[in-house]
């Protein structure tokens, strides 16, 4: 894995553990903004991998370089700080074993990204599309559920654009 920087959002998890998610920015040109280097920013120590999203069937649906928030300081800021998120970025958070209730919140957000819930077989089991808050919204009434041991976010409405689906399987190295 590599160190880079990361731009965030954060997200709480019931049961009292934090949780963030990761957001897409939007350059204006409909990528996602895919004229930023990721990651950067706030999460320039942050260590990364690289995740790719399989059909059942092992057809490769899509792929970003996520940055990992694997603690609970990681967890709690998500993407709150990122001004922007290119199509090819993500973040990536881990939990030591599966947890059966999380919810990710769009706190301090300012563009919309899918939180894609996955279980501890790395199978997905649950995915968002969380659209921005709206004007005079903090992002914290928008809750999105799910359980697993990891939490993709990868910029708005990437899965529909990847035809990734509920059973789709997530590949990468810690």
């Given amino acids: 894995m590599r160190r880079r920087r990361l731009l965030g959002l954060a997200a709480v998890a019931t049961a009292g553990a934090a949780a963030g998610c990761l957001g897409g920015g939007d350059t204006g040109d409909g990528t996602g903004g895919a004229d930023i280097e990721w990651p950067s920013g706030t999460y ?52 030591d074993a599966p947890r059966g209730s999380l919810t990710y919140v769009m706190r301090r957000m300012s563009f919309g990204i899918d939180i894609v819930f996955v279980d501890g077989d790395r199978e997905i089991v649950r995915i968002h599309n ?29 899965t529909d654009r990847h035809g990734v689906e509920v059973g789709d399987s997530l590949r990468f190295d810690l």
Avoid: H
């Avoid at 808050?133 to 799910?146: L, M, T, W």
């Fill in 44 to 95: 320039a120590d942050y260590e990364t991998t690289t995740v790719t999203v399989e059909s059942p069937e092992g057809e490769e649906r899509g792929s970003v370089t996520a940055a990992i928030a694997d603690d609970g300081k990681k967890r709690l800021l998500g993407l709150s700080d990122a001004e922007a998120l290119p199509e090819d970025g993500g973040m990536l958070f881990v939990y």
């Fill in 130 to 158: 969380a659209p921005e808050p709206g004007p005079n919204e903090d992002g914290e009434e928008q809750q999105y559920d799910g359980s697993g041991q990891y939490v993709l976010e990868v910029p708005y409405e990437w």
